[in-house]
């Protein structure tokens, strides 16, 4: 149990999770969430030729 709470494996512990989610964000930032603005435009007119046309 003392190995647990000894310096080195606990700074280990710390790089390690500290590694982990900068290798995390790094793959995540580059990821797109809303469609792109050209898809995005299209969605828009489709959606009002639609909704003009009950109206």
């Known amino acids: 149990m003392a190995l647990l709470f000894n310096p080195?494996?606990?700074?280990?512990?710390v790089?390690?999770?500290l590694v982990?989610?900068?290798m995390a964000l790094k793959?995540?930032?580059n990821m797109?969430?809303?469609?792109k603005n050209r898809e995005l435009d299209a969605l828009?007119?489709?959606?009002?030729?639609k909704y003009s046309a009950k109206h």
Do not use: F, Q
Not at 44 to 49: G, S
């Open 44 to 49: 828009l007119a489709a959606d009002k030729k």
């Open 27 to 29: 793959y995540t930032a």
């Open 32 to 35: 797109t969430v809303l469609p």
């Open 15 to 17: 790089i390690s999770v």
């Open 20 to 22: 982990g989610n900068i």
């Open 8 to 13: 080195w494996v606990l700074s280990i512990v």
